[in-house]
């Protein structure tokens, strides 16, 4: 099948727009760890405990 020069443009610029759009979804695997919010994380993982029938009290240790 021929394409066109439009179509050969078209296709390598969908192509470019995935490429950067995988690069800024793919954080890494430590993207939490190293971007975390310390209250955001005790509520969920507070929660995550209480759902496996845990009661949590979480009291902020003094420095």
Known sequence: MD???DDLAHTSHVCNACAIL???VDSGANYFETHN???AQV???SK?????GFEVTVT????
Do not use: W, Y
Not at 48 to 52: F, H, P
């Open 22 to 24: 995988c690069t800024v």
């Open 43 to 45: 509520k969920r993982l």
């Open 3 to 5: 394409q066109s020069p």
């Open 37 to 39: 919010d310390p209250e």
């Open 48 to 52: 995550r405990i209480e759902a496996l």
């Open 60 to 63: 902020e240790r003094v420095a």
